[in-house]
């Protein structure tokens, strides 16, 4: 053999070593990749709703308060917070069209409810990463802005600190008068 055919088999062997190395890398940075991609996408998970429990308290034939007893999960792998709370009515007229009446929460509406103790959220409410927190909504409703209709649906939006907003839709609520 002589010696350019020695240093050509030699340069072939480690070529082929060099493309089998470099194989593997790509291996190694796609999981790699995978991985964190898996991470990024855990840290910016939605808050999840669990709806535990909606009332109408009827203080008056002129004013409702609506509560929600609301649990908010923060599955995501870094902390989050609640901007804002509102609640959706969506109504039903006579002659069958559709509207929408949107309440912003009020902890202040806490004292309002006689007989009962309940404890509102409170903006800006932080939630820990993969932790939950249970608190209720309230809201100050006029009747006669939908006395020409009947309720369909109430859906809870909750606004969090990153702009990502998450609903739950409830299509009964129990209904006290406070006497």
């Known amino acids: ?18 493309a089998l190395y470099a194989a593997r890398s790509v291996r190694i940075a796609q999981k ?11 840290k910016k998970e939605k808050l999840k709703l669990y709806l535990i429990e909606g009332i109408n308290y009827r203080c008056s034939d002129d004013e409702y308060i609506f509560g929600f007893n ?3 999960i923060n599955q995501a792998s870094a902390p989050n917070a609640i901007q804002r709370i509102e609640l959706l009515i969506t109504f039903i007229r006579k002659d069958g069209t ?4 949107i309440l912003q929460h009020s902890p202040a509406l806490k004292n309002s409810i006689i007989g009962h ?22 809201f ?20 969090d600190s990153v702009g990502e907003v998450s609903e739950v839709d409830s299509y009964l609520i129990k209904e006290y008068r406070i006497v």
């Open 1 to 18: 053999m002589t010696n350019e055919l020695l240093i050509s088999v030699v340069s072939l062997v480690a070529a082929l070593f060099s």
């Open 32 to 42: 790699a990749l995978s991985i964190a991609q898996e991470e990024f996408n855990s």
């Open 70 to 72: 609301l649990s908010v």
């Open 98 to 101: 559709i509207g929408n009446l």
């Open 117 to 138: 103790e309940v404890t509102p959220f409170v903006s800006p409410v932080e939630i820990a990463e993969k932790s939950a927190v249970t608190n209720w909504c309230m």
């Open 140 to 159: 100050q409703f006029d009747p006669h802005l939908i006395q020409s209709g009947r309720v369909d649906k109430y859906t809870l939006r909750v606004s």
